[in-house]
């Protein structure tokens, strides 16, 4: 999910015989299913892979707190207030925690956030969509949420230490940010009519940009087997597409709520419903930076970033004139 | 003035004051100087409304017409409103935002110092409940008034600029009139020029520290209390409140 | 001059436990504030008993072997808890 654009080494996955003997110790150590932690060996591909998946989910958390962040301000209780600001700070934490896994593969926080806007980095796609209406609140937290909640739960299992703890910790906070979502959304559904309409709207704009979370088709993901094989990636696109649809959809028919899919149907064969594919190219128009949003969320994120220069650097300053004076002092 | 209606206007300005200074606080999410801040930020943000949904909830028990906390924040008109014109001020850059945070967090702890000891239990009880977080918040704010005071150049030229414009805006915490008069008479709020000299012990202690002067004038702005506000409000109002008025008597 | 904030390793005794655990790292200035920022951060759920920060630079490790901290949520903001949200089960797992 938040490896879109992450290439994986293209060359797909070694045979045993065309490794390195460090390299078979380290696929064993995976195969078994243990940890590997900071400071053993890994191969400079599984680094770098991890610092882009790590920090892209991290840069994720961040930019997604401003398509919520629009509507604190218009919150329509002091109840929904307090819940959407305990939500938004929440996802400041989460990328907070992967920013330090991050930081575990020798990458600072500071060059991560340079890597972001300088646009070498990306975020989720669904963040270049614009929060249009209240009902786009709950949306975001039932299907965003539900969606990353889908990917990281079995990140939890991920072969790389510090970021599999980070996503225990993160998802013991999500399941509360889904739920408030759709208490919103069956507020809505079953309020006035305008209430009804605007659920319904939501879920009209939201239902797709959601199913292109969790990136392009297996068919389009060739290059994603040696992710897999070192468990940076657990389930596949479609896998995880599929298990978020045949989950929501009853979800979203308990609103009295039609999923914008003419296409949709349960296939009792399979077990599961068929469904249309987003619209490929408008997701690769949004990578490219042709979303609705994309100025506008990088644009916020640098001007916050050199707005609070000289506080940052204050702090530094301060820091270092009372070390001064206490070495001053003895 | 009757005490009844007295308790009540004490208790919307109580409320008020966390409401917009939460309201204020909330803008920042997603724009702060670095993620610890931002945390920081939403962390003060959430306690005030908190302490928003006690005041106003307590102030509409006290009024006695069917109306709860949020008919009073997101029904009343801005010359309804009670809070101080300091937490009505824009935020400015980070560092007048967090000097309006420090001079209000000091007021708030030595007012409800004094309120734990109401003789009106429900207050007491608020004052207790809430008395943790407004402490930490004067840790936090007083702690960042001084490594921004005493920083670099140029992080000292904008908290000092930040206490210039804010000063005037301070005297209205301790300006009091026959609400305080009548609640002070009954043992249940202090008269507000009581609280003064702690105020300006603690403030000047932390401004000392931070290498700031507060400016020699002690002009006060006032009208909040009394429901009559700057522009800000206006605009504040217009977005805290758009949904409810825009959609009467829907639920969320 | 360089605004980066240093590296702190955060730890954090809960009310009922014996020993500090490491629960993750954040960056801050000064001690002060990494304090200050853990509590912010670590235990929005629940009031730490005792935190300690530690820059990162002044650990010592033999080898690596984090046992990977469990994290207890908290009373105080009832929201925040899965429980809080009234999902009916038909609608399925959330």
Redesign the interface.
Known sequence: MYAQLVKSTGEGVKSRDEMTGEERAFQDRIDAGEKIEPRDWMPDAYRATLIRQIGQHAHSEIVGQLPEGNWITRAPTLERKAILLAKVQDEAGHGLYLYSAAETLGVSRDELIEMLHSGRMKYSSIFNYPTLTWADIGAVGWLVDGAAIMNQVPLQRTSYGPYSRAMVRVCKEESFHQRQGYAIMMKMAFGTSAQKRMAQDALNRLWFPSLMMFGPSDAESVHSSQNMAWKIKINTNDELRQKFVDQTVPQAEYLGLTVPDKALKWNKKKGGYDFSDPDWDEFFQVLKGNGPCNRERLDARVTAWEDGAWVREAMVAHAEKTRAREIAAQ | MKRKDALFEFLLRMGDNTLVLGHRISEWCGHAPVIEEDIALANTALDLIGQTQLWLGLAAEIEGKGRDADALAYLRDAWDFRNLLLVERPNGDFGKTLMRQFLFDAFQSVLLARLLRSSNRQISEIAEKTGKEVAYHLERSSGTVVRLGDGTAESHGRMQAALDDLWSYSGEMFTGDAVDATLARAGIAPEPRELRAEWTATVGSVLASATLMPPGDDFAHLGGKTGEHTEHLGFILADMQFLQRAYPGAEW | ?????P?WEIFVRGQHGLNHRHV???????A??AI??A???YT?RNEGVSIWAVRSADIA?S????K????E?ANT?V????T?????D?????
Request: avoid cysteine; aromatic fraction near 10%.
């Open positions: 001059m360089s605004s980066e904030w590296l993750g790292s954040l960056h801050a200035p000064d002060g504030m200050r920022n509590r912010d951060v929005r490790a080898a690596p072997g984090d990977g901290p469990l994290y949520p903001k929201y925040r808890h899965p809080f949200f009234d999902i009916p038909e609608v399925g797992p959330m």
